[in-house]
């Protein structure tokens, strides 16, 4: 029996794979505890790929939509919490309002650059009451809300790389190769939504063949995310089974290999 796979279903094989791993890891290395958000997200993102995988084609497309985007919403909300948690926890010594002033000046700046980022659907289409309507809502909810979380990750990982070692959260932590992931992965989205989005605003389609090559191009550069951020998950794989320097793991085990002490030896009784 041959079987032939194509690469959009080699990624999704391997991507899945590597979620269903990492959630392993967060459980068993007793991760979650420490970053309930990120474990919440990963689940949320490999319920998303498993639900797209079984319903796609299976259902009518209207309940399909609605199914994807309330996953897409949740996936994006995921998202924007877990760059709340990663903030706090990389950055819990510093004074409030530094911490303040740092958090209105990266939300200042990234909501004035998404609000220059791609068309914004009219009042009109906002307002309606139709089921159509509503699905479109969603979509721009889950669309500005990756983009909004992947400039804030970009934002994070800067801060953090710069000035994480002061607060305790230096490279060889897991808050800070957490949040590096979590960068590499937005500029890899971010750069293919842009240099699409540039190819959409210039391309005159004059032929099928010509849509059909556009809609290749489009698909192999998004393959190329799914690639990044399937080597990011394998990042934080390795990254999270390791023990930070210093944690209680690692004091335990240095305990255990030290030598045991030599017992006290009894008095002896006068005379023997």
Request: hydrophobic share 55%; with cysteine.
């Amino acid at each position: 029996m041959h079987f032939q796979l194509s690469t959009d279903q080699v990624l999704w094989t391997l991507t899945f794979a590597a979620l269903l791993v990492l959630l392993v890891v967060l459980l068993g290395r007793d991760r979650a505890r420490r970053f309930p958000l990120f474990m919440a997200s990963i689940a949320v993102m490999t319920l998303r790929l498993l639900v797209t995988r079984l319903l796609f084609n299976r259902i009518k497309p209207l309940v399909l939509s609605g199914i994807l985007l309330t996953l897409a919403d949740l996936a994006a909300l995921a998202a924007l919490l877990v760059i709340v948690e990663m903030a706090r926890t990389a950055f819990a010594k510093a004074p409030r309002w530094t911490g303040l002033g740092v958090t209105l000046a990266a939300l200042a700046v990234s909501g004035a650059a998404l609000a220059f980022w791609g068309p914004w659907p009219s009042w009109a289409t906002l307002s309606a009451s139709s089921t159509l309507a509503t699905l479109r809502r969603m979509q721009m909810a889950a669309d500005k809300g990756d983009l909004l979380a992947g400039m804030l990750a970009v934002e994070l990982a800067v801060l953090v790389v710069v000035f994480g070692r002061r607060f305790h959260a230096g490279w060889r932590s897991h808050v800070q190769r957490i949040v590096v992931g979590l960068a590499v992965a937005a500029v890899a989205q971010l750069a293919v939504r842009g240099v699409w989005q540039a190819i959409t605003l210039k391309a005159v389609v004059h032929s099928r063949a010509q849509y059909d090559r556009l809609m290749t191009l489009r698909d192999r550069m998004y393959s190329a995310s799914d690639i990044v951020y399937l080597g990011v998950i394998i990042w934080w794989i390795v990254c999270l089974w390791i023990d930070e320097p210093g944690s209680t793991s690692d004091a335990h085990t240095d305990t255990s290999r030290a030598p045991a002490a030599e017992p006290e030896k009894a008095p002896r009784a006068a005379g023997v």
